[in-house]
């Protein structure tokens, strides 16, 4: 059974940094992706940032967009959210999600394509 597990969230002041820690477990294909989505209060879920161990690829949302870093530690499945220079809209619950697949690809990064869901973890930032 998929389980993944979010850490690192926490209280920040503007500009400052948190890397957020997703750990993977019982994943059984290589093919998998990884994906970062926030959610803050009152709308609607976004997608942030998704690496995809079939290329290793990373995409990111324009919001985050060279503040951001997404990344994977090669001896477990874990992927790292880096977030720098945060902003105060940046607040938001953020969860980590996994798309599992038998055939080599890269989803999208929306999450209709990513299966199971971490509990989240509540970034806030502010003075």
């Known amino acids: 059974q998929e389980q993944l597990v979010e850490s690192g969230g926490g209280l920040v002041q503007p500009g400052g940094s948190l890397r957020l820690s997703c750990a993977a477990s019982g994943v059984s294909s290589d093919y998998w992706a990884i994906g970062w989505f926030r959610q803050a209060t009152g709308k609607e879920r976004e997608a942030v940032s998704c690496f995809s161990n079939s290329d290793r690829s990373t995409r990111y949302g324009d919001s985050v967009q060279g503040r951001f870093r997404i990344s994977r530690d090669d001896t477990k499945t874990t992927v790292y959210l880096q977030m720098n220079n945060l902003k105060p809209e940046d607040t938001a619950v953020y969860y980590c999600?996994?798309?599992?697949?038998?055939?080599?690809?890269?989803?999208?990064?929306?999450?209709?394509?990513?299966?199971?869901w971490g509990q989240g973890t509540q970034v806030t930032v502010s003075s």
């Open positions: 999600a996994l798309h599992s697949s038998s055939t080599w690809g890269t989803p999208p990064c929306s999450e209709v394509y990513f299966g199971s």
